[in-house]
């Protein structure tokens, strides 16, 4: 169980999302019924303010958070039904997620943060050391690898939350504003990141972002406005 393999019936499909946080006339209507395509081989981007429901959706989508309605199937898995044992396994072997807030370990180094998720999978030491290398470098933090996060920057620390997953191959890739925090030679440079991993063939990935760069890049762009994709 390393890699996850290069099924080609391995789509995101969400149907008719929908999210609200509180009730009565307080409710915020967060998501107000999404539907989304992903294949593997692609990126599609979400565009949309912040508030628009952008880290909403991505967290719909990984089974983060609970749903009011709609399903989110991947491949042949419905992720929106999963018991939450086996949302945790689907999570942990096929699912990756740059946290808008980079969600890395502060104690570990930014090499054993990129290593987490290998460890999880039971990959042996030595593929973990070539690979967790090798995802240091593709984001260019080879010289920062032994540093922990508290001693980077923020764009830093943005990059090794990048490269802790697209270590893993994964089948699905959700980012959050992944290249916010960088300047735009960097954030370019992450976007060719991802977009190589994607070509790879078998991973999706769902990039929300409000950087037109970033946009470009895309094979779609999908405007979110107050919980609507149009
Ligand atoms: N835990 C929460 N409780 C209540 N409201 C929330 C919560 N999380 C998000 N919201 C609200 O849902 C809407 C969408 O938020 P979010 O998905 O974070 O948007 P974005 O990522 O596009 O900025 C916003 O109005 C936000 O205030
Ligand atoms: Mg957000």
Redesign the pocket.
């Given at each position: 169980m390393t890699d996850a393999p290069p099924v080609t019936a391995q789509q995101l499909h969400a149907t008719g999302l929908v999210r609200t946080?509180?009730t009565g006339p307080r409710a915020?209507h967060?998501l107000r019924g999404v539907d989304l395509v992903a294949r593997p081989g692609e990126l599609v981007v979400v565009r949309?303010r912040?508030?628009?429901?952008?880290?909403?959706l991505l967290h719909a989508l990984g089974g983060l958070e609970p749903l009011d309605a709609g399903t989110v199937r991947l491949g042949d898995t419905e992720v929106s039904a999963l018991p939450e044992r086996e949302l945790l396994r689907l999570r942990r072997e096929r699912v990756a997620y740059v946290f808008q807030s980079f969600g890395l370990l502060p104690v570990l180094s930014a090499a054993e943060n990129v290593e987490v998720p290998l460890r999880l999978r039971g990959v042996g030491a030595a593929e973990r050391s070539g690979r967790v290398a090798a995802a240091l470098d593709a984001v260019g933090l080879t010289p920062h690898a032994r540093q922990r996060p508290g001693e980077l920057s923020g764009g830093q620390q943005q990059r090794v939350a990048v490269a802790r997953a697209l270590v893993t191959r994964p089948t699905l890739l959700l980012a959050d504003e992944p290249t916010a925090q960088l300047d735009s030679e960097t954030a370019v440079a992450v976007m060719e990141v991802l977009v190589a991993l994607v070509r790879t063939g078998s991973t999706a990935a769902v990039v929300t972002t409000h950087d037109p760069l970033i946009a470009e890049r895309a094979d779609r762009v999908l405007e979110l406005h107050s919980g609507r994709l149009t």
């Amino acid at each position: 169980m390393t890699d996850a393999p290069p099924v080609t019936a391995q789509q995101l499909h969400a149907t008719g999302l929908v999210r609200t946080y509180g009730t009565g006339p307080r409710a915020v209507h967060a998501l107000r019924g999404v539907d989304l395509v992903a294949r593997p081989g692609e990126l599609v981007v979400v565009r949309g303010r912040s508030g628009s429901g952008k880290t909403t959706l991505l967290h719909a989508l990984g089974g983060l958070e609970p749903l009011d309605a709609g399903t989110v199937r991947l491949g042949d898995t419905e992720v929106s039904a999963l018991p939450e044992r086996e949302l945790l396994r689907l999570r942990r072997e096929r699912v990756a997620y740059v946290f808008q807030s980079f969600g890395l370990l502060p104690v570990l180094s930014a090499a054993e943060n990129v290593e987490v998720p290998l460890r999880l999978r039971g990959v042996g030491a030595a593929e973990r050391s070539g690979r967790v290398a090798a995802a240091l470098d593709a984001v260019g933090l080879t010289p920062h690898a032994r540093q922990r996060p508290g001693e980077l920057s923020g764009g830093q620390q943005q990059r090794v939350a990048v490269a802790r997953a697209l270590v893993t191959r994964p089948t699905l890739l959700l980012a959050d504003e992944p290249t916010a925090q960088l300047d735009s030679e960097t954030a370019v440079a992450v976007m060719e990141v991802l977009v190589a991993l994607v070509r790879t063939g078998s991973t999706a990935a769902v990039v929300t972002t409000h950087d037109p760069l970033i946009a470009e890049r895309a094979d779609r762009v999908l405007e979110l406005h107050s919980g609507r994709l149009t």
